[in-house]
């Protein structure tokens, strides 16, 4: 290896490095405003529901797309909100292709005949995907606010009361409620997607809100006001991720965004690693979509101050950690050799400090956001540890797959929006099997991974001829990470 390349790996490496490194410096900075956050009294104006004048009308928009394993469920559950009749509105905004539609219609007219107003909407075309499903809803939408939630989404039946109320600050435009998850425990994937979006739900949310910097609307277990809908431009479906698309254009609008922790809304996560692997590509696709789309906005408003801009630029790189993190991953082992190549070289070797430092910052992080859903005992440390790392080495194994999705974001390479199959599983004994919405094709993505896996294996041989095993533990995360997601790529599908 030449030494012009081996500096070029280097100066490759060190970038992506120091990216990783300042986005962990972002994560802190977040971690200090939740904990200052968690400690301050919080006040704000509420509706008063018992005054039936300042009951507001809410319209519930339900979008989906090929739902038959959980249409029942949700419109059952959403049949239990307890909210005025004369003061709410049910759109089934229904965009399926398949015979699901015949037992919804059923279903929403059992629901009619009890005196609820609920409406079954169909669209002649899917275009706009699931935008355009809401922005044609929201045409004849009757309600004031507007609360969405996807197939899978349990709401309380109190979730209304507790959540319309702090409109009556007319600054917000947009309420959003932290996702639970009813199947947590059914396997290690549901496990660490859980973890992963606590984090998010805890950490980053309210971290970001309450200093006021940008946070987005989830895409559901949330409400809108109309108004703010139409003031930010409508919805568009000009990305995967429409949500963060229409919350950073409400907030360089100046609308507020109050985000609820202790309102949790049950939902269930993808049981199967095809089904997560289309909802990991399509929120990390759409988030580099909005980081194109969005990030000269966020950077030329003179309506925001630097810190606010800081977060938002680092929020819209979210997804692209993972291409940094790939690059690191896949330069570490010519990084090896090059060490034990060029003795003189030695030195630039402390940047690989980097990135221990930025794992123990997230390792802290991710601590005071678990705790504070699963309790902080010595028993749910020692968890916490086990669950950590199976996250990272998983998280790293699905890098080259978000990676691709990243980049086609980056460049502009537009793709259909590909819903995530529901499942109703009740409890642990449930098979996903037979799930008709699996796709049945194996990813071409899987024999790059498999290759992947024998390679951080050959890095985790390299240590022991060079005498140099501090790159061992990342190698053999990574062996772990691509051989889960191979492996489980290859056995789980219907």
Same mark, same amino acid.
């Given at each position: 290896m030449g030494l012009t390349i081996a500096y070029i790996i280097i100066g490759i490496y060190s970038i992506a490095l120091l990216l990783i490194f300042f986005y962990s410096l972002a994560q802190l900075n977040l971690l200090v405003n939740y904990l200052g956050y968690k400690r301050r009294n919080q006040t704000a104006p509420k509706y008063n529901l018992l005054d039936p004048k300042e009951i507001p009308f809410v319209t519930i928009q339900l979008p989906v797309y090929n739902e038959e394993y959980v249409m029942e469920r949700l419109l059952e559950n959403i049949a239990k909100i307890e909210y005025p009749k004369s003061k709410l509105e049910i759109q089934v905004l229904d965009d399926s292709t398949d015979e699901s539609v015949h037992d919804t219609a059923k279903h929403i007219k059992k629901l009619q005949a009890t005196g609820l107003d609920i409406e079954h909407i169909r669209r002649e075309n899917r275009q706009g995907f699931k935008a355009g499903a809401l922005k044609e809803g929201l045409e004849i939408a009757k309600g004031e606010f507007i609360a969405i939630f996807d197939a899978d989404f349990l709401p309380d039946a109190d979730w209304l009361k507790k959540t319309v109320i702090y409109f009556k600050d007319k600054e917000i435009g947009v309420v959003q409620t932290r996702w639970g998850h009813i199947n947590r425990d059914y396997s290690t994937l549901t496990r660490i997607q859980a973890f992963a979006l606590d984090a998010h739900f805890t950490? /980053?949310? @309210?971290?970001?809100?309450?200093?006021?910097?940008?946070?987005?609307?989830?895409? *559901?277990?949330?409400?809108?006001?109309?108004?703010?809908?139409?003031?930010?431009?409508?919805?568009?479906?000009? *990305?995967? *991720?429409?949500? #963060?698309?229409?919350?950073?254009?409400?907030? #360089?609008?100046n609308w507020?965004?109050?985000?609820?922790?202790?309102?949790?809304?049950?939902? /269930? #996560?993808? @049981? @199967?690693?095809?089904?997560?692997?289309?909802?990991q590509f399509r929120w990390n696709k759409g988030g580099a979509e909005n980081f194109r789309k969005t990030v000269t906005s966020v950077l030329s408003a003179k309506n925001i101050p630097f810190k606010t801009k800081f977060h938002g630029v680092m929020h819209l790189l979210n997804s692209s950690?993972? %291409?940094?993190?790939?690059?690191v991953a896949l330069l570490s082992i010519p990084m090896?050799?090059?060490?034990?190549?060029?003795?003189?070289?030695?030195?630039?070797? /402390?940047?690989?400090?980097?990135?221990?430092? +930025? *794992?123990?910052? %997230?390792?802290?992080?991710?601590? !005071?956001?678990?705790?504070?859903?699963?309790?902080?005992? $010595?028993?749910?440390?020692?968890?916490?540890?086990? &669950?950590?790392?199976? !996250?990272? +080495?998983?998280?790293?194994? =699905?890098?080259?797959h978000n990676s691709i999705a990243v980049l086609e974001g980056h460049m502009g390479k537009r793709s259909e929006f590909v819903r995530t199959p529901k499942f109703n599983l009740n409890n642990l004994t449930d098979s996903w099997k037979g799930n008709k919405y699996l796709t049945k094709k194996l990813s071409p993505n899987m024999i790059l991974e498999a290759a #992947?896996?024998?390679? $951080?294996?050959?890095?985790?041989?390299?240590?022991?001829? %060079?005498?140099? !095993?501090?790159?061992?533990? $990342?190698? =053999?995360? %990574?062996? &772990?990470? !691509?051989?889960?997601?191979? =492996?489980?790529?290859?056995?789980?599908r219907a």
């Open positions: 950490l /980053e949310q @309210v971290g970001r809100n309450a200093k006021g910097h940008f946070i987005n609307f989830n895409g *559901t277990a949330g409400i809108w006001r109309k108004e703010c809908i139409l003031d930010a431009g409508n919805w568009e479906g000009d *990305t995967l *991720t429409e949500d #963060l698309d229409l919350s950073y254009r409400a907030q #360089l609008k507020k965004f109050k985000y609820l922790e202790d309102v949790e809304t049950p939902a /269930e #996560l993808p @049981v @199967v690693i095809s089904a997560a692997r289309s909802q950690m993972f %291409l940094c993190v790939f690059i090896l050799y090059i060490k034990n190549s060029y003795g003189h070289l030695g030195w630039v070797f /402390e940047v690989t400090s980097f990135f221990i430092v +930025s *794992t123990i910052i %997230l390792f802290v992080c991710y601590w !005071f956001t678990y705790k504070s859903i699963q309790g902080s005992s $010595f028993d749910n440390f020692i968890d916490y540890i086990k &669950l950590f790392f199976t !996250f990272f +080495s998983i998280a790293l194994g =699905f890098s080259l #992947l896996m024998l390679y $951080f294996l050959f890095g985790m041989y390299s240590a022991v001829p %060079l005498n140099d !095993f501090g790159l061992f533990p $990342f190698h =053999f995360m %990574l062996f &772990l990470g !691509f051989g889960y997601v191979f =492996f489980k790529s290859l056995t789980a």
